[in-house]
């Protein structure tokens, strides 16, 4: 029993997608409608760069669902695999659109839609610099969570991720982040600064919550075709309109990735694809159970070794 993956942000490297752009005429159609309804030639920042335009938000978010779906396309037409078939999707964090696209909730023309207000509206919810996010490694998610507690009168910082055994994401404003760090250090407690420019995933992003409730309300969604694992339940979750509220209340709530792996495995899973660029999910499975089998489909080679195995 296998279950499709799909990646979030941070998995995005100029290129992406290119082999797959050059052998497929269909995807450089995929590729003109994302730019036509972007307003924007993201086919150009994502295969040609710069890394810096990739990198801004509010051009990562689409252009990793383009891939991600670009990839799920070419599956679907050109091998017998279906991915279909899976038990369940789940994507971490931006992902999980890619997962509801893929899985027919909603359509391709939607979801860009979708994220060219998401990746905005995350963007601009706090002043570029004035938050961020710390990974933190090799600590339980509880310990994390005493910790911020114990020290809620010195500084505000919130879980974003429960990523993996042993790594944690955390988002709050510089000020909280620097006296974590120092807490950090004092107990000789591994962590590391993420390039981001906001603090994803916790109460910061009010403002952005409040932009993509309005446009994820006026949008149509239809049931999955398959069951999807959600971010903020670390569940299955297969109604539209569930669907709808949850992913409101994501772009506040930790990515509960970890548990929703936990949970996949309990309920029968045994073989995970990532589809989309990098193998950042891959990894972070590695750590969760190592008995798992895991595939990655980000290149042409990859695609034989799919239906090889």
């Known amino acids: ?137 090799g600590i339980k998610v509880e310990d994390i969570n005493n910790l911020i507690e114990e020290n809620y009168n010195n500084f505000q910082c919130y879980i974003a991720n429960d990523n993996s055994t042993g790594q944690i994401v955390v988002s709050g404003n510089k000020l909280s982040l620097e006296k974590l760090s120092i807490e950090l250090k004092k107990k000789n407690i591994r962590f590391v600064n993420l390039p981001v420019s906001a603090p994803f995933h916790c109460p910061l992003m009010s403002k952005a919550t409040e932009q993509m409730q309005n446009k994820i309300l006026e949008t149509n969604f239809d049931d999955p075709i398959v069951e999807i694992i959600s971010n903020v339940t670390a569940n299955r979750v297969d109604n539209a309109d569930k669907i709808k509220n949850l992913l409101i209340e994501q772009i506040e709530k930790p990515v509960r990735w970890r548990e929703s792996i936990n949970n996949m495995i309990t309920l029968g899973v045994e073989h995970f694809i990532e589809i989309g660029p990098g193998k950042v999910l891959s990894g972070l499975i590695k750590r969760i159970d190592r008995n798992v089998k895991l595939n990655q489909v980000n290149n042409l080679e990859d695609l034989k070794n799919i239906l090889n195995d």
């Open 1 to 137: 029993m296998f279950s499709v993956i799909f990646p979030g942000q941070g998995s995005q490297l100029v290129g992406m997608a290119k082999e797959f752009y050059h052998n497929f005429e269909y995807i450089k159609n995929y590729f003109l409608q994302a730019d036509d309804i972007l307003n924007k030639n993201l086919s150009k920042i994502i295969l040609d760069g710069p890394k810096h335009e990739l990198d801004q938000t509010v051009n990562t978010q689409p252009a990793i669902f383009l891939t991600s779906y670009s990839i799920f396309k070419v599956v679907e037409k050109e091998t017998k695999f279906n991915l279909k078939n899976a038990k369940f999707f789940s994507g971490h964090s931006l992902g999980e659109y890619s997962a509801l696209c893929c899985a027919e909730s909603i359509n391709f023309e939607q979801t860009i839609n979708l994220l060219k207000v998401r990746g905005a509206a995350m963007q601009n919810a706090v002043p570029s610099g004035e938050g961020g996010m710390l990974a933190i490694l």
